[in-house]
């Protein structure tokens, strides 16, 4: 059996390549978004700084199983406790935080930027002096090679940094150069008591390095540094040292984890589908060959095992040879996210043998399936079929797939539904809405036949009445062949109803996101710090700048409130409370803002009875490192669905986040103001670091975060909808080629090729009309819910350029993949193409 089905792979290659390419592409796509999952779940980093320890001890990176979004210090007294533990030769504490060289007062730019180090913590990556001397008092320091050079600095002349927002002169001890590792940052090593003073930790560290007596056992040494910090540390080790060095990296797990779920089960959905479609019309095309077959004395159970063996071949080879694309097209899509910014490129793909598996069982069994159902028909065809084929070829209900086709549909609404009327606005909106829209394309795929009879019925009149005899050959072929039009029908609903759904969901998105943001901020003027932070005296020195209204430092940061029923994930902002009803559009309900000073919180009237708290009462909470606090609440202010979050004291909250200063500071003017933005520039240029934009560049910045995301989005969604592409061509192709002696035998009739062509292009009218309106009802299941939710309306939000360059895409397909090669069949003489067939 094996001998015949190589032999009907030999000389049916041609039909075999369609659902070769739907296997191979599919195990492929699904094998790329596997290796994203496995990175997003792992979340490794190979050490850089770090690149000479066995072990990293750092801060808990995670409260109450969600990661934190800052950096979580240790007690600078567990290094003595690491050091005692068995195996450790040396342990080493770091700390790290931003230092900017400056050259005639403006941070030198590179391409990488600078942090401050304790210079015990240059044996860690290691750092090896190149000249001079180790730093021995607080005012010096040692330079990396690279900015030694860009400042043609030497030893024993003066450097200026920019340190927490303040300019200090330091004197130049040595310069040392990187000797391993891969620290991409250039770094400035002071003393150790001098750094742990510029970190404004009060004395706490960031890590500790520990490197190992020669011959030590990694587990053995791990185990005992654990017995000696407890719970009061995380202990890191092999590829996962490195997420040490990148404090509030494990939030973009959740991410990464979110747009692989989401896309991934889509695609799971979508190959399995394509697979099982292209192998099944392949079958079906194949009817007359199975009857003659049996006819010559072949058993079902012997045809059977033919295409079982037909189909093994081709799964096996095709998932062997998508093993490498498909490692590749995950890489791809990690590359996009990390060009975007979504996570750091420190983090490491990782893609092992589970998403190869996951790829492999999905094209296997979207192949057995489809041999299963359409392979079991083929095989009982009976020899007298093949004289009467399009009467088998017409057959194709059945009460299993009715009741799948329901069971889709079902789901697709049903999430529709849920997404209009219990999910609130968030990330995980999308993971709901875009769903809906594949389980019901898929659903109506199953009883496309059915529709598309009743569609054509509907279309007789006018198609008659506009085609003429082209109309009326079409007509008739869609009549007594409604289930071929309804296999080319059914991968085109797919790529409109996912293609729309999708982009219009993420314009939605953007709109909807851009407006609140903007409509959030009341200030004119934003002061920007690269540096690391804006000292404290610097918002008054805006106040008193002439004609400023109000100014308000802002930091921006996450943190986890413990409500009644568990922790809720919050967006929190510091903000100055002299300036803040000025900057931001926040409409106070009852309390007033004036009160965010020490331990304080403001937030929505709707939160507070979320949470069960009211003016004057204490809110249990957690910042972003982690830290316990209980603010008083001192405000309350209007819900805002779309821009939700907390407010507190900038002054409280930034000693929180990793750099420990605002980087952002609002300016509203007062009105008819003249010369502001000159006044504000100026003062700008005196702090290093600092920079003036107006404040349409924070919605740009919000607009580019968003667009982080977009890049990924359509990254991903263009391989779904490419693959739904290949899937349509190849459908259309394959059943274009099945008919040509078809075609031969109409033009032996007196056709000419201009009216075969004519009623190939009304077939492709047909079939672009059912799958537009199927596709768009599909479509409708997430576009609807997700615009209610978001917008409020049942419209989405973008350009309707969007849906027409979709549905003309689909028309290019359409015509492209049945007329181009309807017209190279008919180039040869219409008896040599009967005679062919």
Known sequence: MWALAFRTLKFRRTSFIATFLAMFLGAAIVIGCGGLMETGVRMVADPQRFDRTAVVVTGEQTYDSAALTERNRIDNGLV????????????????????????????????????????????????????????????????DSRLA???????????????????????????????????????????????????????R??????????????????????????????????????????PGT???????????????????????????????LSLQQRSQEMALLRAVGATSDQLRRMILCETAVLSVLSVVLALAPGYAVGNLLYGVLTDSGVVSSAIAYRAGWVPMAVGAVTTVLAAALATRFAGRRAARTEPVAALAESVAGNRWFSVPRLLLALFFIANGVGLA?????????????????????????IGLALIAPGITKVMVALLRLPVRALSGL????????????????????????????????TLYMQSTEDDVSARSYADNILADYVLDSTTGGFAPNVVDQVRTTSGVAAASELVTTRGFVDGPDGRVDMDLRGVSADGVRQT???????????????????????????????????????????????PTVVALFEDNPKQQYMVLPSASLAPHTTDGLPHQILVRSDAGADGLQARLADLAAAVPGAELDDSSSLSGRNNQIQ??????????????????????????????????????????????????????????????????????????????PYSLVKNDSILPAGSIGIYLGIVGGSLLLIFGATLYPSWRGMRQPAVDTVKAA
């Open 80 to 143: 003595e406790k690491v050091a005692s533990a068995d195996g450790v030769r040396k342990a080493i504490g770091d700390v790290s935080f931003p230092a900017a060289v400056l050259k005639d007062g403006k941070p030198v730019t590179g391409e990488s930027e600078s942090y401050g180090h304790g210079w015990s913590g240059a044996e860690l990556t290691p750092y090896t002096l190149a000249a001079g001397d180790s730093p021995a008092a607080g005012g010096e320091v040692v330079l």
């Open 149 to 203: 050079e860009n400042l043609n600095a030497r030893p024993g002349a003066g450097v200026e940094l920019a340190v927490r927002g303040t300019t200090e002169k330091f004197r130049v001890s040595g310069i040392a150069a990187q000797r391993g590792g891969s620290n991409p940052d250039a770094a400035v090593f002071f003393t150790d008591a001098e750094a742990r003073r510029l970190a404004g930790a009060g004395g």
């Open 205 to 246: 560290i960031d890590s500790i390095g520990v490197l190992a007596d020669p011959g030590t056992d990694i587990a053995s040494l791990t185990a005992a540094v654990k017995s000696q910090v407890g719970d009061r540390a995380e202990v890191l080790t092999g590829d996962r040292r490195g997420l040490a060095e990148l």
């Open 250 to 280: 494990l939030s973009s797990q959740r991410t990464i984890v979110i747009l692989a779920a989401i896309f991934g089960s889509s695609v799971v959905l979508i190959v399995m589908f394509g697979v099982a479609s292209t192998l099944g």
């Open 417 to 441: 539904v849920a997404t209009a009327t219990v999910m609130e606005d968030g990330p995980t909106l999308a993971s709901t809405a875009g769903p809906a829209s594949v389980l019901f394309c």
């Open 470 to 501: 082209s109309g009326y050959l079409a007509l008739r072929n869609a009549t007594t062949s409604n289930v071929r039009m309804a296999g080319a029908i059914a991968p085109i609903v797919l790529l409109i109803g996912i293609a729309t759904g």
């Open 584 to 630: 931001l559009a926040l409409k106070t309900v009852t309390g007033d803002l004036a009160g965010l000073k020490g331990n304080s919180v403001a937030l929505s009237a709707k939160k507070a009875e979320e949470f069960g708290v009211k003016v004057g009462d204490p809110l249990p909470m957690h910042l972003g490192d982690g830290s316990g606090t209980k």
């Open 707 to 784: 667009q982080i995301l977009v890049s990924a989005n359509y990254t991903i969604v263009a391989m779904i909808v490419g693959y739904a592409a290949i899937t349509v061509v190849n459908t259309l192709v394959a059943v274009t080629r099945k008919r040509r002696a078809e075609f031969g035998l109409q033009r032996l009739t007196g056709a000419t090729r201009a009216q075969v062509l004519g009623m190939l292009g009304v077939e492709g009218a047909l079939i672009a009309v059912i799958a537009t309106v199927l596709g768009t009802a599909a479509s409708a299941t997430t576009i609807v």
